[in-house]
């Protein structure tokens, strides 16, 4: 039996935004976990220490795994020393960019925004679009037609997952939005979510990146070497492939129109190490159930919502044992999810579960 | 009411570097109460996104919306950066026999 594939329409300016407002999907009201408001109080306490240590910590591997990969350059040690490199340039920085970008890693404000550009360049997501794109992602979380943050659009671009993995394809693109934001322009869709007022920041920003790049390359020219190239522009692709290992369990394969996160975000417990890079990211659907809670207090919060929540998965393979049968299903039957299952001692989903894409 | 004055809650119904709720007819407020123990009031509903901001952390005196981040400065209204842009509208607050009052006669 064929299955008719239904395509829905994932722009922020065509006939899904228009049937998502009239469902009222668009800035809607998000179910929240009933948590003490004195214990959300404590939980949200912002601190310097822990984002402070693990930057620093962060500095130094990547001055160490730079200086290495530059001592070994022309030798095989280069090439470990660069992976390393790589991830902590690219991957780790999708972090430092998420958490600092909400302005909770850190409790002093300048220290957020500090790293928040760095991490934004390093990542390669220009800071002030993605800011608002972000902004418009916890308001509207997997909605279809309002969130421009959605990684695996159905049917899945499986082809397009896989060069992500060295952002192939998200990185020729947001190229020429840094060109075309360096020409004082701006895309239809990032109209919808930037307000003007934001307007010139974005194309300062864009003409400081592209000056960067500029002398970066002039640097590897003059030294007739592609060196100064794998330390500053280059990482970015390729260093990117845990960012989107990590990346994907975040929302692949779940609901899509729902108006509750726990049918719609996954927690993954993971490794210190992984934590490390991932600035604690994997309990995501603590963080957006929750997003004033600092990275550093999400496996408190954690504790605090497990009635409430669907389980946990327990490690990155029992994560991917869903998602990717759920991504090659999607492919053929776009209409398939996976809906996650509350545990007895969890409030019921508010309202029914919407229908999925085909039914409608 | 007297000279748009309206009698809001108990000064300890708000703790120390708190925040709640006030509705009045149609409209909603948030009122805040600092560490040092001073009374603010403002509109209730973030600017940005219309959520509403009792749900909020008050660190000194900032506002952090829940939904998104967005600081406001509640002693002066003023919106403190992305993604907030426009500032919030306060209002006159007293404290009298324990009680806390704020002035919307507008």
Redesign the interface.
Known sequence: MSVKITRRDYSLVGKDTQLAEELGLA?AEWYACPIP?KRL?EL?Q?RDGPAIRDTLLWFALLGLTGWLGWHFWGTWWCVPAFIVYGVLYCSCSDSRWHECG???AF?TTWMNDAVYEMASFMVLRES?PW??SH?RH??DTIIVGRDPEIAVPRPPDVWGIILGFFSLKSGPKEYKEILLHCFGRLTAEEKTYI?E??YNRVFWTARIWMLIYAATIAWAVSMRSILPLMLIGLPSFYGAWLLVIFGLTQHAGLAEDVLDHRLNCRTVYMNPVFRFVYWNMNYHLEHHM???VPYHALPALHAEMKADTPKPYRSLIEAYREIIPAILRQVKDPAYYVKRELPPSAKPFPGPVPAPQAAR | MNNGWIKTCNADDIEPDDVIRFDHGDRTFAIYRTANGEFYATDGLCTHAQVHLAGGFVMGNLIECPKHNGRFDFTTGQAKGAPVCVDLKTYPVKVETGMVFIQIND
Do not use: D, I, N, V
């Open positions: 800035s408001r109080k949200m912002r909400h302005r909770t409790k002030t800011r608002w902004t916890h308001t307000p007022s934001e929750f997003p004033m």
